[in-house]
């Protein structure tokens, strides 16, 4: 029989990202909370400090800060008449192990949708009709509107402390901002970072061709900045540990950096590291949830943690895989195109062109995760759907992220992989190559989706949840859109060498190399019950003590990384509960 724990108001399942802004919004009400963390304790100090974090081989390849699939894992088949097998290597994607989450190790890129984005179905139907929307693809509109999201998105701006420059102040376009974003009520709390070489010279070259070049909106301290709750950011020095690094220089935005240390302060929250939650409890009725099950690995114990209010805030895979064993929503079937729980999962559609120059030298080791020039020219609300026979875009970086030389090594093709020959590829080309990478919205389609896998269980009993998804040719047509795009711009820059890298028509979907951890929906938001699991302020229909949070609420992954999104969504949703749920407990919708 289970122990079970003194009822507390609110529980929070994972402490990442939005678990750590649930916890701090909410406790500012003063309601007694506990975070439950299925990995260890992270902090800036002494996890992350310099120099033990400062290493490639256990950190950038073993995968150190990351889940191991022994912990939980996912079966994977691209169809439906395929066998799903174990994700047993970490490779496609890598979700995080621990306090703060994927927050940790992320690059620091921060985002929020284009408006088109928001309502893309509605955008689609008014300016070509619904009929170019490719049969299977559940093309949707999210409930919600930029216009109602801009104050949260810029409230996580501020509290991630985001350098970069606006391109759309009110309304007004901006000079060296981004002229295709949505507007922005205020600026960007820090300036923009200094560019690297690679990334002034594509800036030149894209001036040239009439292209709108503009730094990346980054999460990465171009200054001495303090938040809202107090926490201070400290400028970055450019080391190149971004990406699979927790920051040891406070200078990467990160749940440690920016809420954990305030949040750990409040004495009605407290958190337990090492406890896995197994389901969510519903009451006799089951229209409303009761407390959690968790597996507690310090004891070796099943433990029930009675609460009033539930916030399922972990990542996206594992949040969906919890609502489908605690039976919130009806699982989707693909074959009736009802049910819910599982639908819509989507994933992202990246490319890129490496050039190699023999006479400039690019000093790679100087940089950091949000590093680099972008354009917008090729994204979502600049294409012509109807003309070029897709739907969706992407934006352009270039800038050097690191110059680790495992890790962080091209070499033109034809270069031997071992040897002798690979030795002098290296002496003739590290430090002289930079490249062009496209990253691409990806859509939600009937086929790809999340469900309980009939045969593989988990340590404790569950059955792991299977994804089954592949590559579909309107993903695959704008890719190579992008590619002959990115190829010209490259060929204007007059490389001795280049090379491009993008999925042909036809491709299917390979687990194996690294691609994005940017797995979204299954939990979609919904204008009503039948189409997804939560409403507009991601409020389970099914249950209404029960708010999900994360990447599972977007109804089709837009161009952008989704951080920027989902903490918009996260500070939207705690707003709700706040301001309508607390004082009078009840479906919202």
């Known amino acids: 029989m289970a122990r079970i724990e003194k009822k507390k108001d609110v529980v929070i399942v994972g402490l990442g990202w939005t678990g750590s802004i649930a916890g701090i ?158 507007w922005r009520s205020k600026e960007y709390p820090m300036p ?31 200054t001495s900045y303090v938040n809202s709750y107090g926490m201070q ?3 970055c020095n450019f080391c190149g540990f971004c990406e699979r690094f927790g920051c040891y220089q406070y200078s990467k935005s990160s749940p440690q950096t920016a809420i954990l240390d305030a949040l750990k302060r409040k004495k009605n929250f407290s958190y337990r590291t090492h406890c896995e939650v197994l389901r969510v409890e519903s009451s006799e009725d089951g229209k409303t949830a009761t407390g959690v099950t968790y597996f507690d690995s310090n004891t070796n114990e099943e433990v029930f943690q009675p609460a009033d209010l539930v916030i399922l805030s972990s990542y996206q895979l594992n949040n969906v895989h919890l609502m489908l064993v605690s039976g919130i929503g009806k699982p989707y079937d693909p074959k009736t195109n009802e049910g819910v ?26 940089g950091h995760g949000s590093n680099g020039i972008c354009i917008d020219d090729f994204g979502v609300n600049q294409n012509d759907f109807g003309k070029l026979g897709f739907i969706g875009g992407a934006y352009w970086r270039v800038g050097s992220m690191n110059g680790q030389p495992i890790r962080s090594m091209p070499l033109p093709k034809g270069t031997p992989g071992w040897g002798a020959g690979w030795k002098q590829g290296i002496k003739d080309w590290y430090g002289h190559s930079m490249s062009i990478g496209t990253h691409g919205s990806h859509m939600s389609y009937r086929v790809n989706h999340l469900d309980l896998d009939p045969t593989y269980k988990d340590p404790h009993g569950r059955p792991l949840m299977r994804m089954t998804f592949n590559w579909q040719d309107n993903d695959l047509k704008m890719s190579q859109y992008q590619k002959s795009k990115a190829v010209e711009v490259a060929k204007a820059m007059n490389p001795d060498i280049m090379q491009a890298g993008f999925k042909d028509i036809g491709a299917t979907y390979d687990v194996r ?77």
């Not at 073993?62 to 395929?82: I, S, W, Y």
């Not at 729980?341 to 100087?366: E, H, L, R, S, W």
């Not at 690294?514 to 919904?526: E, R």
């Not at 409403?535 to 229909?541: K, S, V």
Request: proline share 7%.
């Open 25 to 182: 919004e909410l406790a500012a009400e003063g309601l007694e909370i506990v975070a439950l963390e299925r990995g260890g304790d992270q902090n800036t100090v002494p996890e992350f400090k310099y120099p033990n974090q400062i290493d490639e081989l256990t950190f950038g390849v073993r995968l150190k800060n990351m889940q191991r699939p022994k912990q939980a894992t996912v079966t994977v088949r691209r169809n439906d008449g395929e066998i799903a097998l174990p994700y047993r290597a970490m490779g496609s994607f890598l979700p995080a192990n621990g306090v703060g989450g994927a927050g940790t190790h992320w690059n620091g890129l921060l985002w929020r949708p284009q408006p088109e984005e928001i309502q893309l179905r509605s955008y689609v139907k008014e300016r070509w009709g619904e009929s170019i929307i490719p049969e299977g693809m559940n093309l949707m509109d999210y409930p919600v509107t930029y216009d109602e999201l801009e104050p949260f998105f810029t409230q996580f701006d501020e509290v991630a402390g985001i350098s970069d420059k606006a391109g759309n102040l009110k309304g007004q376009i901006q000079q060296g901002g981004n002229p295709f974003e949505g």
């Open 192 to 222: 923009p970072l200094p560019a690297t070489y690679d990334s002034a010279k594509f800036q030149a070259v894209a001036n040239q061709m009439g292209l709108h070049p503009f730094t990346a909106p980054a999460g990465i301290a171009s």
């Open 513 to 589: 190399p690294y691609q994005t951890t940017h797995n979204t929906g299954g939990h979609i938001m919904s204008a009503n019950p039948r189409e997804g699991v939560v409403n507009r302020y991601c409020q389970a229909w099914d249950k209404h003590n029960v708010f999900v949070f994360g990447a599972g609420n977007f109804v089709q992954n837009t161009q952008y990384n989704p951080t920027g999104m989902v903490g918009g969504l996260a500070y939207w949703t705690v707003n709700a509960i706040r301001t309508m749920y607390l004082k009078n407990p009840r479906p919202l919708v």
């Open 341 to 366: 729980t599982g639908k819509n999962y989507a994933y992202q559609m990246n490319g890129g062109v490496t050039m190699f120059f023999k006479g400039d030298n690019f000093n790679p080791f100087i």
């Open 233 to 235: 950011m400290a400028p």
